[in-house]
């Protein structure tokens, strides 16, 4: 009896300590699904992944999107950090799965203003129906 409560007390514990974790992120997205937020020391703004444009593509079927603008909404902005510094962008289906990727560099000339944003790396056509998530990492 004493092992059971100790089993169900310990799952208590560790639900909770990744409910925490979950709650703390924060991942904005447009209107394809909810992703994952990375954010280093370069900002801790909370940044938004916007999917557009979209374009038909009728070897698909369907509409596809071959690049992500990221923008920094923030009142008051701290982006000059991040200028020059490596970013990778994911974009994931419905099991978390990897679909495609881009990589680039935060452009050095990004301006410090509310909106500002630089759009990805132009990344292989996919599908937007099959976009459930995204995953930004800057300057990792």
Excluded: H
Aim: proline residues 4%; aromatic residues 6%.
């Amino acid at each position: 009896m004493k092992r059971i409560i100790g089993a169900a007390v310990a799952g208590v514990l560790a639900f909770s300590g990744v409910y925490a974790l979950a709650a703390g992120l924060s991942v904005s997205s447009n209107t394809l699904g909810a992703g994952v937020s990375v954010v280093t020391s370069c900002t801790a703004d909370t940044l938004t992944v916007s999917y557009s444009p979209l374009a038909y593509t009728a070897s698909v079927p369907g509409y596809t999107l071959t690049t992500v603008t990221i923008t920094d909404n923030t009142a008051v902005p701290n982006w000059l950090k991040c200028a020059g510094l490596s970013y990778r962008v994911t974009l994931e289906g419905a099991t978390n799965n990897q679909l495609v990727e881009a990589t680039g560099t935060v452009p050095a000339t990004i301006a410090n203003t509310k909106g500002s944003a630089f759009t990805t790396a132009a990344f292989a056509p996919e599908s937007a129906s099959l976009v459930t998530g995204v995953a930004v990492v800057i300057g990792g």
